[in-house]
Structures are given as C-alpha cells and as structure tokens.
C-alpha cells in the first residue's frame, strides 16, 4: 500500500533562517507531488505541484521554493523566512489517473518567530 | 480567479442532530470531491462526484452534485461526535480548488 511521510510535524524558526520540508512517497511510481498552505481551519491553497522529477510548478510567487530531486520525494524550502510564512504545510500526491483523490501528509506546522 | 464557497464556515450542533454543508461556485467542475480534516492531520478523501445530479451515500453521510454540476451539498443525518472535523470541497477543472471549508462540531 502507499504511503506518504512528511516531517517535521512542528517546526520553530526565526524570521531569516533558511527553511526545508521533506515530503516521500511509498509504494508508487512516477506520482504527482505538491505542496499546499493552509490558513488556520480553512481551505487550502496550492504552492507547487510536480509531475516528474525536475518538473516544478508554482502557482503562487512568494519566498519559497520546492524540488523533486528524486521520483517520490518532494522539499519545500526557503532561504530567508518572512513572518508570513507561517502556516500548516501540506504534502499530497495522486496518481496520473484523471479524477485522482489526493493523499494527504499529515502536516507541518510552521511557526516563523 | 476559480472560488468555491462553503457554507456554513462554523457549525456548533448536538449529538442526534441533522445538518447539511454547502459548497457553491460560479465555475463548472469536471467532478468535485469532499474531504473531511481532523486537528493535526491532513484532509481524508470522503467521496468523489462525477456526474451533475448524482447523489452518493457514505452510511449517514449524503453528497449531492449539483445539475449544473456547479455546486454541491453534504448533508450528515444523526450526527455524532465522530464527525467533528473540518470539511473541504475540491472541485476540478484544470486544477483542483479547494473550498473555504466547515468547521463542524458534534457535541455528545
């Protein structure tokens, strides 16, 4: 079965420090990764997608950055924090299948002090 | 700029009660899912609807699609403290975009 591990859960840094989430996938080939935002309690926003290595998308100009070094892992990074970065970061990843559900991480909370 | 409403964004009930959660947009989806989100975790697919006017059950949980295929509804019968979670539309077209989200709560 497939499964998706992204860490840390929580994660303290002072505005500037530089920033990296780890996102891999389990048990499935060539998956379309991304990386969402959440506001607190609300809907989510997408930051990027990727459907293959190298391949990154962003939907959203702002002060991070991600990459697909490998087929089934995916980082979001920054090198200098804003205060507004703060939020619940989402990995996700679906098949290439058209109407593919979303399989969601649990979550990394980030807290830019 | 694609938005999808819900509605309510906050909902307080008690146990036994029936509710129903509205999601609604001026676009037209190809199909549109429900999730339901618990504290700490990411969202969990509940469903998928694909066809305008379909309806699909999940025990006492029924979702609707609209005809137009623009909008949805998920109504919950006999709630129970168990439902308590946030719940995310997703429509797609060329992209997946999620809805504004409820906040339900189930009191026992």
């Known amino acids: ?113 | 700029t694609q938005l999808l409403e819900q509605s309510p964004q906050f909902l307080s009930i008690q146990e036994g009660e029936n509710l129903t959660v509205y999601c609604n947009s001026s676009s037209v989806f190809s199909s549109l899912q429900w999730y339901r989100q618990e504290p700490g975790e990411g969202p969990v697919l509940l469903v998928t609807v694909v066809t305008g006017g379909e309806v699909k059950k999940l025990k006492r949980l029924t979702f609707q699609f609209g005809d137009a295929r623009k909008d949805s509804s998920l109504h919950i019968t006999a709630a129970q403290p168990g439902d308590t979670g946030l719940y995310l539309c997703a429509g797609e077209t060329d992209k997946l975009i999620f809805g504004t989200g409820t906040r339900l709560q189930v009191f026992p």
Do not use: M
Not at chain 1, 33 to 47: C, E, K, M, S
Not at chain 1, 60 to 71: G, H
């Open chain 1, 1 to 113: 079965s497939q499964t998706i591990h992204q860490w840390p859960a929580t994660l303290v840094q002072p505005v500037g420090s530089p920033l990296s989430l780890e996102c891999t996938v389990e048990g499935t080939s060539n998956p379309n990764l991304y990386w969402y935002r959440q506001a607190a309690g609300r809907g989510l926003q997408l930051l990027f997608y990727s459907v293959g290595i190298g391949q990154i998308s962003s939907e959203v100009p702002q002060n991070l950055s991600a990459s697909r070094p490998q087929d089934r892992q995916f980082i979001l990074s920054s090198k200098k924090l804003l205060l507004s970065d703060s939020g619940f970061y989402l990995c996700a990843w679906t098949d290439n299948d058209y109407n593919s559900p979303l399989h969601f991480g649990n979550g990394t909370r980030l807290t830019v002090t």
